[in-house]
């Protein structure tokens, strides 16, 4: 006979997952819509080629400066985001990332952890181990946000440190922003995509 408590345990523990797993893909989402630049419902070749545009044009990187850059902004979306895959939808973006964390969560997180690592050393320009607001103006106008108002709020959810964000804490919150399946903790970078900031 099937015990009715044990069956009523995995119901939850099933329940949750689906809860937790929901939380995530809703993040997810709207990393997909940070990452399609163009706005095209598909993240393409051409998104990595205005990112590495952007860049250039918001740094005023000389021509030299400026194809050192796009080879390294690049090789991440290559790496991270396209994965040989010529075009991913939202529901290609949303699956592939849902059988990783499955898969395993640790990998999971410290591919994450890469992910951010990554691109903060491109954005942090000057070096400083920290994110300025110009900094992190510049780097969200290169994702195609135009809106210095809005970016600013996004910015002062961190609670910078003296003008700055902490890389380390920068950092941190994004990962969690990824990978978190705590809902009760949204975090600055969650908070700033459901607020309209970003």
């Not at 997180?109 to 942090?124: G, L, P, R, T, Y």
């Not at 910078?160 to 978190?180: K, L, M, R, T």
């Amino acid at each position: 006979m099937k015990n009715p408590c044990l069956a009523g345990f995995f119901i939850q523990k099933s329940e949750l997952h689906l809860k937790e797993m929901d939380f995530l893909k809703t993040k997810w989402s709207y990393w997909f819509t940070l990452l399609d630049v163009n706005n095209d419902g598909l993240i393409t070749r051409e998104d990595v080629c205005q990112t590495a545009r952007n860049f250039s044009v918001e740094e005023h990187l000389d021509e030299a400066s400026g194809k050192l850059a796009a080879k390294k902004i690049s090789q991440w979306w290559e790496k991270y985001i396209l994965k040989d895959k010529a075009s991913l939808t939202k529901e290609d973006f949303l699956h592939r990332l849902e059988n990783e964390y499955i898969d395993n969560q640790e990998n999971f997180i410290a591919q994450m952890k890469a992910v951010i690592k990554d691109i903060s050393e491109i954005v942090d320009v000057d070096k400083t181990k920290s994110i300025t607001l110009d900094n992190y103006v510049k780097a969200f106008k290169v994702w195609g946000h135009e809106d210095d108002t809005l970016l600013q709020r996004s910015f002062k959810l961190y609670n910078p440190i003296n003008g700055a964000i902490p890389i380390n804490q920068y950092e941190n919150d994004w990962v969690a922003f990824y990978s978190s399946a705590d809902s009760s903790n949204p975090g600055p970078v969650l908070e700033s995509f459901e607020s309209g900031f970003l």
